[in-house]
């Protein structure tokens, strides 16, 4: 495998607008989300982006960004717009896509998402964590990947629900919006129509399962937190204050 790494970031986010260029511990959000893929060492890491303030927030760092359409109805599909422009001789072949409000995401999260695709039948790997707090079983905020053991830690993905599932005892596991691709998997996914399971729940990963297109998660120890709010990046202060010596 050749891998890249590939961070979507939109400046137009609906309920944070703005919020890749976020302040948090004197950065902003978008060069924290890079630091933690430069310190995975899986590959080159490329910031797709729809906005020159948010590319110049990663070339003043050293980093590499790409300047894409404003108009992708995903970041998926802005992630293979900006490994086209930038590897259009497809060099590599392998694209870990980590979205850009994932400022905590762990470098071992990153390298253990890969692992799937060692094995050739497999198309996307991802990462899940068990669920502990109760509350998140319910919570139609946490996406839950229902998959059958094939290893320790690792599960073939049968699907992607908000609902609290599968029903019975034994544990649920939260998904980790982040995703490992081989290229022509993404090729074929970004040319498919949306799918009505997907446009149902609102899961984009549900498409490539509806087309056939096999998904092995990981089990990782902790979720990163996500940014989708002012609240979420008050916490995400929060953290980076109370680990700033550890960085």
Do not use: C
């Not at 470098?107 to 094995?119: E, S």
């Not at 937190?225 to 008050?234: F, K, N, S």
């Amino acid at each position: 495998m050749n891998p890249i790494v590939v961070i979507p970031a939109r400046r137009a986010a609906t309920r944070l607008p703005g919020k890749p260029l976020a302040d948090i511990a004197g950065e902003p959000m978008i060069v924290h989300v890079w630091r933690r893929a430069i310190e995975a060492d899986v590959g080159p890491v490329l910031v797709a982006t729809d906005d020159d303030e948010i590319a110049d927030a990663i070339r003043a760092v050293g980093g590499e960004a790409v300047l894409t359409r404003s108009d992708h109805p995903s970041g998926s599909d802005r992630v293979f717009e900006a490994i086209s422009l930038r590897d259009p001789d497809q060099h590599y072949d392998v694209i870990v896509n980590i979205q850009g409000d994932l400022p905590t995401v762990a470098r071992d999260t990153i390298r253990d998402a890969m692992a799937p695709l060692a094995d050739a039948d497999v198309a996307i790997g991802t990462p899940v964590v068990e669920i502990t707090l109760e509350e998140e079983k319910t919570a139609p905020s946490v996406v839950k990947m229902i998959g059958s053991p094939i290893a320790a830690r690792r599960f073939r993905a049968l699907y992607f629900t908000r609902a609290t599932a599968p029903w019975g005892e034994g544990p649920l596991y939260h998904h980790i919006g982040l995703y490992v691709w081989r290229r022509q998997a993404l090729a074929r996914f970004i040319a498919l129509p949306p799918s009505p399971l997907e446009l149902r729940e609102k899961l984009e990963q549900l498409r490539a399962i509806e087309a056939g297109m096999r998904i092995d998660a990981v089990e990782v120890d902790a979720v990163p937190l996500g940014v989708d709010t002012q609240a979420d990046l008050e916490r995400a202060r929060r953290i980076f204050a109370a680990t700033a010596g550890e960085r």
